[in-house]
């Protein structure tokens, strides 16, 4: 094993490298080989390998193209692409780096180790899938069933052995896994070592981030150490002993002191170490403890209980790294969520993530449309109509959430919404329709707004149906994306843009209407065919909740000459139509001009076949 001290004047950096070759340059790691990276832009990307051999030698080999390498006891060099062997002690010099190497003794290579049973551990938990429901299933499966001791404490009795008491305290600290973690609680758990074991110190260890540079390349770092008076450049951990409990996947100790060496551990006699498992059943890291000959301990090596004590510990650092691990998980999805649904269902969703699994749903669809965007938007410029936008969409969202709906997407500027899905709403469509008026009644403060910059009036398009659809993730994997698939969707994504040719502000389908009763104050415009829609539906203007008699009377006329129309009746469905279009100051009702332009067209070249419906050759 090497001992490696790094300094220039960026950094200083030691460490120890148990086996093989490890290189050192500016570069990444290549080939698999341990590398440890060095801040110096006089050093190439791969500049020097360094290699221990069986007889203690190092072997030293230049990889730099153009750099030779000094070495230091005899000012000799190492020319590009040349390789020696040298002694330790060895210091070189590489562009603005000294580079310190020595062979490090580490007495628990060949000291003997005792262990005890090996820790209780979960099942592992399966990783977290790409969706949020994913996410939530995987932080719920923390809770899986353990196997617990076939004794009680009633069963063993007023004096249990220490073996079943650890037993029965580990199962209890392992049934808390999602008990608070945090960063604190590592330093509480290496404090424990020395005041609850009796150690003189105490380690907690944790998987070194890929290429840590203040560590070097070891695999493994310091997360808390108690006393925390840790300011030698020596080591504080037996890398031999890790890769023992790594290997093995349990408890080891040392029962008797180890001989007194200058290479011992900062003075360590004896050392034990327990695996810290993570919901996955990985070991993640280890609770570390020693005792030196510095102490009035000395001389009396590490026992069982003492060891036993540690695996409980153990169990208590996975605990909080479970726990870590279960809200940043949650955290993700609720963000997630929250996107889409208010926060009451974003909790609940937390709470019953299968509500997101996909299946068929009766829901209400709404979508939305700026009017006439593309003339906005090149007006605006970029800039602008994205503020504009992001201004809209944040307001028709709230109008969607005040009625508890999901928003499932946004696309430029467009909205779509459901309701019915992923909980219950047995009144969905007039949640929907409450949240379309809602929509028109906030545009007048909207348009006052804007209007400066825009210089016309700001209108939007809405349009809803109601009917069975395909609910769940319909994006992929690695990207949630809740929402609804199928004819029902379809049909109302036609239905917002027939409101350009009807002149309503918000259209809603048949079926939607057959949901709302006599509810809403509603105006059926007409039977409509619809692009890529196979078959009529009947599409009405949503006006209000509820409406005046002088409206619901032009409503009444107006229905009344849409039969006679879809009868065949074109003369007197224009009769019963015409009133309703005069005195109206050049704000006319374009429902009804519409229909006596059908009927006078039929008039002057009747139809073989008349079935009534309003063909729509646009989306």
Known sequence: MLRFLISNKRERQHFEHLAGPIEFGRGPERDGITRCVIQDGYISRDHVRIEEQPDGRIRIENLSARNSIRVLADNSTLAPSQASFLKPPVRLSVGETLLEIETAIDPIANAPLETIGAPLRQPPRPAAGGTAAEVLRAAAATQSPLPLPQQSLVDLGKTPSPEKLMEWLETFIAVQRSAAGSPEFYHQTAEAVVKLVGLDRGLVILRAPKHTIAQGPNRWMVQARYPNDSNTMGREFSLTLLDRVLKDRRTYFQSTAAPSTSESLQGVEA?????????????????????????????????????????????????????????????????????????????????????????????????????????????????????????????????????????????????????????????????????????????????????????????????????????????????????????????????????????????????????????????????????????????????????????????????????????????????????????????????????????????????????????????
Request: glycine residues 10%.
């Open 271 to 619: 050392v034990v170490a327990s695996p810290i498992f993570d919901p996955q059943d990985n070991v993640a890291g280890f609770v570390y403890g020693c005792r030196t000959k510095f102490t009035a301990h000395r001389g009396l090596g590490i026992g069982p209980l003492e060891a036993q004590v540690m695996q409980v510990l153990a169990a208590s650092v996975a605990t909080g790294l479970a726990r870590q691990q279960h809200e940043a998980e949650a955290g993700r999805a609720r963000v997630q969520f929250e996107l889409f649904f208010s926060a009451e269902l974003a909790q609940e969703l937390q709470k019953n993530p299968d509500m997101l699994t996909g299946k068929e749903r009766e829901i209400t669809v709404l979508f939305s449309d700026i009017r006439g965007f593309s003339r906005i938007s090149e007006k605006l410029g970029p800039q602008l109509t994205c503020e504009l936008v992001a201004d809209v969409m944040e307001r028709l969202t709230t109008c969607v959430r005040g009625v508890d709906g999901s928003v499932v997407d946004y696309a430029g500027d467009g909205l779509m919404a459901m309701w019915n899905a992923p909980v219950d709403h047995p009144d969905h469509a007039a949640r929907g329709c409450r949240a379309a008026l809602a929509m028109q009644a906030m545009l007048p403060q909207l348009d006052a707004d804007w209007h400066d910059r825009i210089g016309t009036p700001l209108k939007i398009g809405i349009g809803l149906n109601t009917g069975p659809a395909m609910v769940g993730n319909t994006g992929a994997r690695s990207r949630f994306k809740y929402g609804p698939l199928g004819h029902t969707v379809n049909l109302a994504s036609r239905v917002e843009g027939a409101t350009k040719q009807f002149g309503v502000p918000i259209l809603i389908t048949g079926s939607t209407k057959a949901y709302l009763g006599d509810a809403f104050a509603t105006r059926r415009v007409g039977k409509v065919r619809v692009v890529g829609i196979h078959g009529a539906v009947d599409f009405y203007e949503l006006h209000a909740e509820t409406a005046p008699p002088e409206w619901l009377a032009r409503r009444d006329a107006f229905e009344q000459a849409l039969g006679l129309y879809e009868s065949g009746q074109f003369g007197n469905a224009c009769r019963v139509v015409h009133p309703l279009l005069a005195n109206q100051e050049g704000n006319y009702d374009v429902p009804g001009l519409n229909l006596v332009a059908r009927a006078v067209e039929a008039i002057r070249n009747p139809p073989e076949k008349f079935d009534g419906v309003f063909e729509l050759t646009n989306k």
